[in-house]
Nanobody, 116 residues
């Protein structure tokens, strides 16, 4: 069964950090670009960050630049999103998506809540 599984979400205070993981099972992420999205209650899903298959190219939404870092470890078949200096407005369900040509897989999401 091909699937992506996100983990690492939770409750954190403003200014805190979390590291999200996106792990693949049933297929290898090596040839896939990976993107992180998030969806807050009542809002549309938005792109947060993405990384090329090689890891040599990354991109970030303006709202998270300088605070979030995307990386990948193809040997572990996992992509990470390091989130620092978290703000209440970062509260959302975070999803990862693996993309290769017309193939795409979504994870089920992990909740991140930033609150005092």
């Amino acid at each position: 069964q091909l699937q992506l599984v996100e983990s690492g979400g939770g409750l954190v205070q403003p200014g805190g950090s979390l590291r999200l993981s996106c792990a693949a099972s049933g297929f290898t992420l090596t040839y896939y670009a990976i993107a992180w999205f998030r969806q807050a209650p009542g809002k549309e899903r938005e792109g947060v960050s993405c990384i090329s298959s090689s890891g040599g190219s990354t991109d970030y939404a303006d709202s998270v630049k300088g605070r979030f870092t995307i990386s990948r470890d193809n040997a572990k078949n996992t992509v990470y999103l390091q989130m620092n200096s978290l703000k209440p407005e970062d509260t959302a369900v975070y999803y990862c998506k693996a993309i290769m040509g017309r193939s795409a897989y979504w994870g089920q999401g992990t909740q991140v809540t930033v609150s005092a």
